[in-house]
């Protein structure tokens, strides 16, 4: 079998422990074939590269239908005036908004992202994910804005649009957009209609105003069902956090991973809680795009402390400078930088490819696998290695 052979400073396989001065050789399909130490090399042509070598990076959430909005927004606004502009700006010819996603779709693997986990409200990026050499999990997004009396309408209607993605290889799954904007009913609708086992992907706790509405019914998220003019009688104030509010109605399916996207105002208890109810829960961790709306950061040290799994997302261009992992696994480390650097790595391959349901072949150097392999160049052994990042390549 033809193979190629590279080596470097530092082997990440993220199923295993860190390997110095590794090697890893891979077959021409891209299949990995074996991983090991220095000896591995003896007597082959090997091509050094200067760093580390690790799999392929794993986008866990993204909006790739709102790529057309880049510098649309203004930076450091709060949510709700995100959103209002989300609404009001979104609108453009259908061709421009399919060309930006296509080529916000080679951004992503020049990148080194190999799968991605993507938000879909309408079928613009199909025809975009049908010709792409990504692998995407496309998470049809529904909500009836606390509306109960449409929850069946509202679950059609992603039905309808879920056809549209459903093409090998490819997965899609119906999820609700977030506690606050979709109703008892509609959740478990969609929690009667999963399929065992696949993904499902929920925005949760992204600004205050989320936690305040369900504790006391008050707050921005209010205020802005006001000014839309929806009233909202079917709700009622919890008493307790969004997350809370909806585990303890058993909400969430708990037979396959779940992926809890921004967590910024996410406390101990409310991971606590959570880890103890689902079975497969990830923590999707996508800072650049809170720094841009918010300018709030996760508390990592807690998902970290509770032993969270936790993986990285870009979000959009509308709420991002660019759909990089590597420059969020950056942002993590320049603001927390007494994490793991390798942990964080890990959160952004290995972590994100479960949390798709994509580890069969993507996320670890195993051998069998097929899951790209990215070289980032830096000082391994300097005190802080991501100080010394040059830049970084996809090189399968």
């Not at 309408?122 to 049908?130: C, I, L, Q």
């Not at 009396?149 to 309808?160: F, I, Q, V």
């Not at 079917?234 to 969430?252: C, H, M, V, W, Y």
């Not at 101990?268 to 720094?291: G, H």
């Amino acid at each position: 079998m033809a193979f190629r052979c590279y080596r470097a400073d530092l082997i990440l396989p993220m199923d295993g422990p860190p390997i110095p001065s590794g090697v890893v050789q891979i077959a021409d399909d891209g299949t990995i074939i074996d991983v090991g130490g220095p000896s591995l090399a003896e007597d082959k042509p090997c091509t050094y590269y200067r760093g580390v070598l690790l799999p392929g990076f794993i986008n866990a959430h993204c909006h790739l239908e709102l790529s057309h909005m880049q510098d649309m927004i203004p930076t450091g606004t709060g949510l709700i005036p995100f959103i209002r502009d989300i609404i009001r700006k979104r609108e453009a010819p259908l061709e421009h908004i399919i060309d930006c996603a296509r080529r916000a779709d080679e951004e992503m693997r020049r990148d080194g992202i190999v799968a991605v986990g993507d938000i879909s409200n309408v079928d613009h990026t199909a025809v975009v994910k049908k010709h792409s050499p990504l692998r995407y999990h496309t998470f049809v997004e529904v909500f009836d804005l606390w509306q109960p009396s449409h929850a069946d309408e509202e679950y059609r209607r992603a039905s309808a649009l879920a056809e549209q993605f459903d093409q090998a290889p490819h997965k899609v799954s119906i999820v609700p957009h977030a506690p606050y904007s979709v109703s008892y009913a509609l959740f478990q609708r969609i929690r009667s209609e999963h399929t065992n086992g696949l993904s499902l992907s929920m925005h949760n706790q992204e600004t205050a105003a989320e936690d305040e509405f369900f504790m006391r019914g008050t707050g921005a998220l209010v205020e802005f069902y006001h000014e839309l003019g929806i009233k909202i009688d079917a709700f009622e104030p919890t008493g307790k956090t969004s997350l809370q509010s909806i585990l303890e109605r058993d909400l969430l399916p708990g037979n396959g991973p779940v992926l809890l996207v921004h967590n910024t105002q996410t406390t101990r208890e409310d991971i606590r809680m959570t880890q103890n109810r689902l079975e497969s829960v990830y923590w999707v961790s996508c800072p650049n795009a809170n720094l841009y709306i918010e300018n709030r950061l996760p508390q990592y040290r807690l998902f970290v402390e509770e032993g969270a799994r936790v993986c990285i997302g870009t979000d959009s261009l509308a709420s991002n400078w660019g759909l990089s992992i590597m420059e969020e696994v950056r942002t993590i480390l320049r603001y927390q930088s007494y994490l793991d650097w390798k942990e964080v790595l890990r959160w952004a391959t290995l972590h994100g490819a479960q949390a798709l349901g994509m580890d069969d072949t993507l996320g670890s150097l195993t051998p069998g696998k097929r899951p790209g392999l990215v070289h980032i160049d830096m000082d391994v052994d300097a005190p802080q290695p991501m100080k010394t990042y040059r830049s970084h390549q996809r090189i399968v």
